[in-house]
């Protein structure tokens, strides 16, 4: 899904939920780093690797074929948990996506819906909005494909915004 909708809010869940020993890689990161999370992850119990911005990652300093050994070598362990996210599936070469074993699961997060985006306003804004200006808000927000992260920033500079003229009310 796209940037925002909260692809590592939901990373972040499954490690405080479940426990895990999280391994992550940046992007930035360099095929020795690789390496050695493989090796971490598989030696440790109950881990999850972690890569962030997989398609980024490898623009930007990891070999893909490198990556792909790795994960082909990867022995079925219970408890250890690998999960990657991206932006765009289509920019992933089919060998991740196609491929069975590599990413079994594909979950898209897409920006809020009509629905959440008036439960997440309603969040933020608490009696602060009467309902009728949370649900024209929230129209103009989906209308305008805004994610969480974008919402969560309307609610902080608004809230910002009206601190700073003396208001009580943001909008």
């Known amino acids: 899904g796209k940037s925002g909708n909260g692809k590592t809010s939901i990373i972040k869940t499954l490690i405080s939920e479940y426990n895990f020993n999280p391994i992550t890689l940046l992007v930035g990161g360099n095929d020795f780093a690789l390496r ?16 962030e911005d997989l398609d980024l990652l490898f623009e930007h300093g990891v070999d893909r074929s490198y990556f792909i050994s790795l994960m082909d070598q990867v022995s079925t ?3 250890l ?10 920019n992933l070469d089919p060998e991740f996506t196609q491929r069975a074993s590599r990413f079994d699961k594909k979950i ?9 985006t008036l439960a997440y306003i309603k969040k933020w804004f608490g009696k602060i909005l009467d309902a009728a200006k949370s649900k024209e808000l929230s129209k103009y927000a989906v209308k305008c494909g805004l994610s ?3 919402l969560k920033e309307f609610y ?8 700073s ?6 909008i």
């Open 108 to 116: 898209e997060v897409p920006a809020p819906n009509q629905e959440l």
């Open 148 to 150: 969480y992260a974008s």
């Open 156 to 163: 902080i500079s608004t809230m910002y915004e009206a601190l």
């Open 36 to 51: 050695d999370a493989f090796y971490y992850a598989e030696n440790n119990t109950n881990s999850l690797l972690f890569f």
């Open 77 to 79: 362990k219970n408890g």
């Open 165 to 170: 003229n003396n208001r009580k009310v943001p």
């Open 81 to 90: 948990l690998i999960v990657a996210t991206v932006n765009d599936i289509n």
